[in-house]
């Protein structure tokens, strides 16, 4: 587009700031430059960068400021008509080329692939189209709705339920994982011990005013992209700083982003008006459990530590064998300062999350041969870091050479890649991306993103962590009960193990009240500094010591403690295991799923674009229509047979025998995805028509409810089908 806008021009473009110089005698204007570089054809191109793009626009942008001066110019000096017009049009085409090129840096700003005014007019048809087909409707919608709260519709629950059997089939029993199903309403010490109570914040800002809510990070986010996105005339010492802000986003202290919003100016964005400091938000809903009102509990902002407080029970099932996992699908619950983005961000929504207990010392898992060959979009931290996009990877080489941590983690990453894919993703749109390491937790081991991407951008969907012994730790020292494993040893293993025994008399004698600060700060003393101390008080008879919890140093002597390596026979090792954590957002996969599922196709009059779902047999909310192709008696009969067959089949189907034609009812159902039609037009045979293909097989009324569960349960392609049956040429055809 761009490239015929320029060509067309009827002047010449270039790249370097334009001097119009007006010719006294000939009284004809002239653009000159310094250097001519006229606009190449790489700068054309569609991958032109976005450097090479604001450059340019720069440059044009300073033409048509000195163009707009020649205009004025002559005007105050009231120069003939025609040298004004002409001057004029000059700076009317200087404009439009401006625009053209502000128009490709806006689309190559915003996406690959596309402008954000493209991707929005598409996701509007694909949310038009699920609104009014009752995949999802935004609840409570009679009373106005409450932001973050949606329903799913008929199709819609028929898909979720879909999709978590698949998760169940693909997942659980693949693994023989221990599925669980914990209360919503959980008492606050849990969540006090999983650190959520403390830190599972969002930074918030007030409109000064009104009082609305917004996320901080959200409004710094999005004046920065819109800067990059629609003011062509930005320096690039401003493009630099404002990219560095969207990358360091996270890391921001609730102070930096506070300043930042003054320094931008950034108000509310309803009203404009100014905006508080920000401030943490805990994202918990609270309530409290029981009528008294003396037991704080929250509703839980994940499944994942119902699973960690029955680890003892669970580990107990399974026979005191590692590794197993524990699965959990249920709702969580987040207060989400200004949830947008439909479906992606909501207050209420389905997770379905995995804890894989582990052997921190092994690692490796023995299925990961079975998925080691898989290569796939990764993005790892060198890429993300050097400014690069993401690659394909060989899964099995990514373990190898440590780019993926460990088996377990690359096991879990390339199963979460099948399951993606299976349901419909788009493979080119998904990829795994490395968390860098300012994102993890600190106990942390390593963490992978699946994303995908939408209208929206690029989509945390799935997010699959190495969290190491941190959850077990933190709820053994809030319980006071030990979540650990044992490693029983074939034969006793003799080791030598440091020995600390504080003499409580004497440090009683000594420290009377602090005597049991004393005691815990000696015993709590690792080898390296045991042996230390040990050597002091041999070689001095007395040592300094600080201890934590009384805020201040004490004396030590000899006689107080005693410490010692002594040999002992141990028959088993005890350790508190890792977990590695893959942790499923529902709703976002589906509503990606959606996206990518989404095409239009011409009516067969070509006067109109009909709305087609291209789900997978196994997710697609109904899996078969069927039609009696005429208004009659007797195929209505023949109709309600093979609906009997389908439901004592277990397929879910609609038969339709109002008669309308035929090809308005197949629009009608391939705008909900129904993948096959069964149309009858005789009494003994029918056809079965595929959806995205349109092509139509006959099949005799007593086999057809089989040969639909066959290819719906996914036991046979629709390829593999087509062979078997003669296919049907003089289809019924669509609208
Ligand atoms: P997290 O525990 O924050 O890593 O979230 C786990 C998964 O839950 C993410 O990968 C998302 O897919 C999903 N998720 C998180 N927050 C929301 C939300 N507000 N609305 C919908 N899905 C969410």
Known sequence: MLATVLRSSRFPVYSKPIVTLFHPICRRFYHLSAVYTPLTPQMDAADASEETLRGVLAEKQASVDAQAGVVRKLKAEAAAK??????????????????????????????????????????????????RRLFYIPSFKIYRGVAGLYDYGPPGCAVKSNVLSLWRQHFVLEENMLEVDCPCVTPEIVLKASGHVDKFTDLMVKDEKTGSCYRADHLLKDFCKEKLEKDSTLPSVKVAELKHILAVLDDLSTEELGAKLKEYGITAPDTKNPLSDPYPFNLMFQTSIGPSGLSPGYMRPETAQGIFVNFKDLYYYNGYRLPFAAAQIGQAFRNEISPRQGLLRVREFTLAEIEHFVDPEDKSHPKFVDVADLEFLMFPRELQLSGESAKLINLGEAVRKGTINNETLGYFIGRVYLFLTRLGIDKERLRF??????????????????????????????????????????????????????????????????????????????????????????????????????????????????????????????????????????????????????????????????????????????????NVFRFPPLVAPIKCTVFPLIKSQQFDEVAKIIARSLRSNGISHIIDITGTSIGKRYARTDEIGVPFAITVDSTSSVTIRERDSKEQIRVSIDEVASVVKEVADGQSTWADIMWRFPTHSASHVDD
């Open 82 to 131: 025609a040298d004004i017009e002409a001057a004029v049009e000059s700076l009317k085409a200087l404009k439009i080329e401006v625009s053209a090129v502000a128009k490709r840096l806006q689309a190559v700003v915003s996406s690959s692939g596309g402008g954000s005014g493209d991707r929005e007019a598409f996701r509007q048809v694909v949310v038009n189209t699920l609104e």
């Open 433 to 610: 991306r490395q968390h860098l390491p300012n994102e993890m937790a600190h106990y942390a081991a390593d963490c992978w993103d699946a994303e995908i991407e939408c209208s929206y951008g690029w989509i945390e969907c799935v997010g699959i962590a190495d969290r190491s012994a941190y959850d077990l730790r933190a709820h053994t020292d809030k319980s006071g009960v030990s979540l650990v494993a044992h490693e029983t040893y074939p034969e006793p293993r003799e080791v030598e193990k440091l020995v600390i025994t504080p003499s409580k008399k004497e440090l009683g004698l000594a420290f009377k009240g602090n005597q049991k600060m004393v005691v815990e700060a000696l015993e709590a003393l690792n080898q390296a500094e045991a042996l230390e101390v040990k050597a002091a008080l041999e070689s001095k008879g007395e040592i300094e010591f600080g201890v934590c919890t009384l805020g201040k140093s004490v004396i030590i002597k000899k006689n107080m403690v005693s410490i010692s390596m002594e040999k002992k026979k141990e028959h088993q090792r005890v350790f508190t295991p890792s977990v590695i954590e893959p942790s499923f957002g529902i709703g976002r996969i589906i509503y990606c799923l959606f996206e990518h599922s989404f095409y239009t196709r011409p009516s067969k009059s070509d006067d109109e674009q009909l």
